[in-house]
């Protein structure tokens, strides 16, 4: 299995609501990262989890807050975010002490 | 911090005809890679290069490290309508970091 799953695909959410993505992943990789990328840009990291430790925030606001509940799972939970986070999410993994990651399908975000 | 510039930002060419691309960076990786993404879909990795003057090969696609460390290049040949895409080259800025060139946008035309 070579595949980084990402649900749900597409997620509309108001200002107001909470939401959350979720990442998983077969690999066993024990590297797990978050972007975000806008149209026609490439992906800009927001947090990389190593052996289930946060192990850097690219100063994200904290309206954005990940979770990594075990080697296999990422969250990002979403709450009171404003119409310019709008963007695609996209979840990633890689192996220890390479570089190479493998990213999922990402999930579209529209805040309304 | 460290840039990589990749060029062409668009190409536009007609199907069976081969595609040059390269990025090149302020300052040395010891890897670089290639990765492809469809519209509406995650980048998917094409090749990973390892060491200065590595050519490397995947179906009708070659990518090589350039010599000084600091540039790449990926070539396509005889293009068909799937390689419609943008392509990303990158390369690690720490050891769970990656820089990511602006993309390369092309279009295959029939």
């Known amino acids: 299995d070579t595949e980084v799953t990402q649900t749900p695909k597409h997620l509309v959410m108001g200002m107001t609501n909470k939401k959350s993505l979720k990442c998983e992943q077969h690999?066993?990789?024990?590297?797990m990262y978050w972007y975000k990328q806008k149209a026609k840009k490439p992906p800009e990291l927001m947090f990389v989890y190593s052996y289930e430790k946060l192990s850097i925030n690219e100063s994200v606001p904290s309206r954005f807050s990940p979770e990594c509940p075990n080697s296999s799972l990422l969250n990002l939970h979403l709450h009171a975010l404003q119409p310019e986070d709008s963007a695609l999410y996209l979840c990633?993994?890689?192996?220890?002490?390479?570089?190479?990651?493998?990213f999922g399908p990402g999930t579209r975000l529209t805040v309304t | 911090g460290q840039q990589l510039n990749q060029s062409p930002q668009s190409m536009f060419i007609q199907e069976g005809e081969d595609v040059s691309m390269n990025c090149t960076s302020s300052?040395?990786?010891?890897?670089w890679l290639w990765y492809k993404q469809d519209p509406g879909e995650g980048p998917v990795l094409l090749i990973a290069l390892y060491k200065a003057g590595e050519l490397t090969s995947n179906g009708r696609l070659t990518a090589q490290f350039g010599i000084t460390r600091k540039d790449s290049f990926l070539n396509i040949s005889a293009s068909i309508p799937s390689d419609v895409g943008i392509y990303f080259c990158a390369g690690p800025r720490s050891a769970r970091q990656l820089t990511f060139g602006s993309g390369t946008q092309l279009t295959v035309l029939p």
């Open positions: 690999m066993g990789h024990r590297a």
């Open positions: 990633a993994s890689s192996q220890a002490g390479v570089y190479e990651q493998y």
């Open positions: 300052s040395i990786f010891n890897t």
